[in-house]
């Protein structure tokens, strides 16, 4: 455990420290944070006035280029092709030019004959404007590394005029790298040049002017990878500020683009480290300064910590002698006139007091210890003041509420010895009560299982007659089913005697015609005269058999009648015996779900009979278990009377404050 001097030591060094280190800190970072502000702002102006440096001098040379384009003699037709030659080889010295062209209207050089009526530059030129060529690496002009410069070359010199040919000039292939080897940031800042495709048209190292491609070399090249994407936002025409790593060292490039170009881009870079050293320097010096600060902080902090802490010590360790237990060792001495001295004093009063109340307490447990309830535990009351008067209001509460308990239980001593005795009485007749209820339980299970085999018997017989009821119902159902093949073959007999009558009705028919026949033949016989007497007897025999089959035919006619009413009142009676048959079979059925009923009643009434067996049973073990506990419970309350006599005995030994029962 940490000491309270190493913890003020601590702390004020700590407190020292980190605020030495926030204000260096603070300072290095805003330091830091300036420098690197001066350097965004002062390389995003360099770059800016990088691309204004370089756009100037491309219009530079435009007005070279303009100023030949306003020669009045070069539009003159007598002009000689010498002249022109001259005029050419004198700008060209003058100016430091690669190269000097004259175009007439059609294209054609007029020094040497040769045809450029198909280049842009001529193109653009002839239509009255300035053109600047992209960086050629290689040139129809002989020149590697170069940029073609145009205007328009005016009638008789004068400007805005009739375009009358195109002028063309191709300056020093080393001016755009004088112009950036002229640009300088810091001691080791560089500035470069790109084309709209990437590669390297100006640099102070010639070598590279031409060959290098970041964003081509990216492709296989890892380590170009930042590199590239920086100048694709070069290559895009943006203006801006960005770091990348460069042969392992961190160089901040700041870019814009140069107008007047087509799509050239200015890069200025420095390497981060080399433009930053005076900050590393400043900030070294600050945490030398912070250190040195610390150092005379912790001398510091050691006087005045063991000053402060040492008093506080001397006191902490009489208060830990005093939480285990020691109250009679003395309180240090402090000479010191601050809290400290506050702090000593008021440790040698709690001493003290705590000293003088735990006496007093320990006079009031002995006193209850030995049984004296009525001891006067206010004798000492001046001693708990403040907090500590709480603490012998609760022992005076503690005393009264044991005594009041005591009393209590020695009045309620003697009514359990009194009511043990009541009880032991009780449960003795509980016990004989409950002897005397298993006995007639015993009986009751008795009956009830001769019932329940009465009714199981009962159950079994009404069973048995639903069966046979079941039984008789299905034969009688098959009465009824014949019955109606009688009812319908009696239907058919019926129909088939009204068949019979219209067959006797036919043959009374033809006895009629046949009689009407003989008739006929009975007149013609008469009127053939001798010659029709044998045709006479055969109509007499015709005559004869039509009235015998007319008489058959009624007596049939006759019999048939007679038939039908007997076979109509048949089935009038067979109707009658199978609508009885019907009512015999629905009563059949009713008797039989009776039956059915009279039987699941009977079977519920056994389960009853099972359950009611069951809890019969159950309250015959209930009863021997209430009979048990019955005599458990009489021998309970005599070691109850016994134990409630001990109580008393103990109780009589202590002394009550009569005054605090009332």
Same mark, same amino acid.
Request: proline residues 1%; glycine residues 6%.
């Given at each position: 455990?940490?000491?309270?001097?190493t913890?003020?030591l601590?702390?004020?060094?700590g407190?020292?420290?980190?605020?030495?280190?926030?204000?260096?800190? *603070?300072g290095?970072a805003?330091?830091?944070?300036?420098?690197?502000?001066i350097l965004?702002k002062?390389?995003?102006?360099?770059?800016k006035?990088a691309?204004?440096?370089?756009?100037t001098?491309?219009d530079?040379?435009?007005?070279?280029a303009s100023e030949?384009?306003?020669?009045?003699?070069?539009?003159?037709?007598?002009?000689?092709?010498?002249e022109?030659?001259?005029i050419?080889?004198?700008?060209?010295?003058?100016?430091?030019? $690669?190269?000097?062209?004259?175009?007439d209207?059609?294209?054609k050089?007029?020094?040497?004959?040769?045809?450029?009526?198909?280049?842009?530059?001529?193109?653009?030129?002839?239509?009255?404007? $300035?053109?600047?060529s992209?960086?050629?690496?290689?040139?129809s002009?002989?020149v590697?590394?170069?940029?073609?410069?145009?205007?328009?070359?005016?009638?008789n #010199?004068?400007?805005?005029?009739?375009?009358?040919?195109?002028?063309?000039?191709?300056?020093?292939?080393?001016?755009?790298n004088?112009?950036?080897?002229?640009?300088?940031?810091?001691e080791g800042?560089?500035?470069?040049?790109l084309?709209?495709?990437?590669?390297?048209?100006?640099?102070?190292?010639?070598?590279?002017?031409?060959?290098?491609?970041?964003?081509?070399?990216?492709?296989?090249?890892?380590? &170009?990878?930042?590199?590239?994407?920086?100048?694709?936002?070069?290559?895009? #025409?943006?203006?801006g500020?960005?770091?990348?790593?460069?042969?392992g060292?961190?160089?901040?490039?700041?870019?814009?683009?140069?107008?007047?170009?087509?799509?050239w881009?200015?890069? +200025?870079? +420095?390497v981060?480290?080399e433009?930053?050293?005076g900050? &590393?320097?400043? %900030?070294v010096?600050?945490?030398? %300064?912070?250190?040195?600060?610390? +150092?005379?902080?912790?001398?510091?902090? +050691?006087?005045?910590?063991?000053?402060?802490a040492?008093?506080?010590?001397?006191?902490?360790?009489?208060?830990?002698?005093?939480?285990?237990?020691?109250?009679t060792?003395?309180v240090?001495?402090?000479?010191?006139r601050?809290?400290?001295?506050?702090?000593?004093?008021?440790t040698?009063?709690?001493?003290?007091?705590l000293?003088?109340?735990?006496?007093?307490?320990?006079?009031?447990l002995e006193?209850?210890s030995n049984?004296?309830?009525?001891?006067?535990?206010?004798?000492n009351?001046?001693?708990?003041?403040?907090?500590?008067?709480?603490?012998?209001?609760? %022992?005076?509460?503690i005393k009264?509420k044991?005594s009041?308990t005591?009393?209590?239980?020695?009045?309620?001593g003697?009514?359990?010895?009194?009511?043990?005795?009541?009880?032991?009485s009780?449960?003795?007749?509980l016990?004989?009560?409950?002897?005397?209820?298993a006995?007639?339980?015993?009986?009751?299970?008795?009956?009830? $299982?001769?019932i329940?085999?009465?009714?199981?018997?009962?159950?079994?017989?009404?069973?048995?007659?639903?069966?046979?009821?079941?039984?008789a119902?299905?034969?009688?159902?098959?009465?009824?089913?014949r019955?109606?093949?009688?009812?319908s073959a009696?239907?058919d007999?019926s129909?088939?005697?009204d068949?019979?009558?219209?067959?006797i009705?036919?043959?009374?028919?033809?006895a009629?015609?046949?009689?009407?026949?003989?008739?006929?033949a009975?007149?013609?016989?008469?009127? *053939?005269?001798?010659?029709?007497?044998?045709?006479?007897?055969?109509?007499?025999?015709?005559?004869n058999?039509?009235?015998?089959?007319?008489?058959?035919?009624?007596?049939?006619?006759?019999?048939?009648?007679?038939?039908?009413?007997t076979?109509?009142?048949?089935?009038?009676l067979?109707d009658?015996?199978?609508?009885?048959m019907?009512?015999?079979?629905a009563s059949?059925?009713?008797?039989?779900e009776i039956?059915?009923?009279?039987?699941?009643?009977?079977?519920?009434?056994?389960?009853?009979?099972?359950?009611?067996?069951i809890?019969?049973?159950?309250?015959?073990?209930?009863?021997q278990?209430?009979?048990?506990?019955?005599?458990?419970?009489?021998?309970?309350?005599? $070691?109850?009377s016994?134990?409630?006599n001990?109580?008393?005995?103990?109780i009589?030994?202590f002394?009550?404050?009569t005054?605090?029962?009332r």
């Amino acid at each position: 455990m940490k000491s309270i001097k190493t913890k003020i030591l601590a702390a004020m060094i700590g407190i020292g420290l980190f605020s030495s280190l926030i204000i260096g800190i *603070a300072g290095a970072a805003l330091n830091f944070s300036s420098a690197e502000s001066i350097l965004d702002k002062s390389m995003a102006e360099t770059a800016k006035l990088a691309a204004s440096r370089v756009q100037t001098e491309i219009d530079r040379y435009q007005a070279i280029a303009s100023e030949i384009g306003c020669i009045s003699s070069l539009t003159d037709p007598a002009s000689a092709e010498s002249e022109c030659a001259e005029i050419a080889a004198e700008r060209t010295a003058k100016y430091g030019l $690669e190269v000097c062209g004259i175009l007439d209207k059609n294209g054609k050089d007029m020094i040497n004959g040769t045809d450029f009526s198909n280049e842009e530059f001529f193109k653009v030129s002839s239509a009255g404007d $300035e053109y600047c060529s992209d960086f050629m690496v290689e040139s129809s002009f002989g020149v590697e590394n170069a940029v073609l410069i145009s205007t328009p070359l005016w009638e008789n #010199g004068i400007f805005g005029s009739t375009v009358a040919g195109v002028v063309y000039i191709i300056p020093d292939n080393t001016f755009l790298n004088e112009i950036v080897t002229n640009i300088n940031v810091g001691e080791g800042g560089t500035a470069y040049l790109l084309s709209s495709d990437g590669l390297t048209i100006a640099f102070y190292d010639p070598e590279v002017v031409g060959k290098e491609n970041a964003q081509e070399s990216a492709k296989t090249d890892p380590s &170009y990878q930042k590199l590239a994407e920086v100048e694709a936002k070069m290559c895009a #025409g943006e203006t801006g500020f960005d770091q990348y790593k460069y042969n392992g060292n961190l160089e901040l490039v700041a870019y814009a683009p140069v107008a007047g170009t087509p799509g050239w881009s200015i890069g +200025v870079n +420095v390497v981060r480290d080399e433009f930053m050293g005076g900050t &590393y320097t400043s %900030i070294v010096i600050s945490v030398i %300064i912070i250190a040195v600060t610390c +150092v005379l902080a912790a001398v510091i902090a +050691v006087i005045f910590s063991k000053k402060l802490a040492e008093p506080i010590v001397l006191c902490s360790e009489r208060i830990v002698k005093l939480s285990e237990g020691d109250l009679t060792s003395q309180v240090p001495a402090v000479t010191s006139r601050d809290e400290t001295k506050k702090l000593a004093d008021a440790t040698a009063i709690v001493v003290s007091q705590l000293n003088s109340i735990f006496k007093d307490i320990e006079r009031i447990l002995e006193e209850i210890s030995n049984g004296n309830l009525a001891v006067n535990s206010r004798d000492n009351q001046q001693l708990y003041v403040g907090d500590y008067s709480q603490l012998i209001e609760y %022992i005076e509460l503690i005393k009264n509420k044991l005594s009041h308990t005591m009393y209590q239980i020695n009045t309620a001593g003697e009514q359990v010895s009194a009511g043990s005795d009541q009880v032991s009485s009780g449960a003795q007749a509980l016990a004989q009560g409950a002897t005397e209820q298993a006995s007639s339980i015993e009986e009751l299970a008795a009956t009830i $299982e001769v019932i329940a085999g009465q009714i199981n018997e009962n159950a079994a017989n009404a069973e048995d007659a639903m069966n046979k009821t079941n039984a008789a119902g299905g034969e009688m159902q098959d009465a009824i089913t014949r019955m109606d093949d009688l009812v319908s073959a009696m239907n058919d007999i019926s129909r088939s005697s009204d068949e019979t009558k219209k067959i006797i009705q036919t043959i009374e028919d033809i006895a009629f015609q046949t009689n009407i026949l003989s008739l006929n033949a009975a007149v013609e016989a008469a009127r *053939a005269g001798e010659a029709g007497k044998g045709f006479a007897v055969v109509a007499d025999e015709v005559r004869n058999l039509a009235g015998k089959s007319a008489e058959a035919a009624q007596n049939t006619t006759a019999l048939i009648e007679s038939t039908v009413t007997t076979i109509r009142r048949g089935t009038a009676l067979v109707d009658e015996v199978a609508e009885k048959m019907t009512g015999v079979s629905a009563s059949a059925k009713a008797v039989a779900e009776i039956n059915s009923k009279i039987s699941e009643a009977s079977r519920n009434t056994a389960d009853s009979i099972t359950q009611i067996t069951i809890g019969v049973e159950q309250i015959s073990e209930v009863v021997q278990a209430n009979s048990a506990t019955s005599e458990e419970s009489a021998a309970a309350s005599e $070691e109850l009377s016994s134990q409630a006599n001990t109580l008393k005995q103990l109780i009589s030994q202590f002394r009550f404050n009569t005054r605090t029962l009332r």
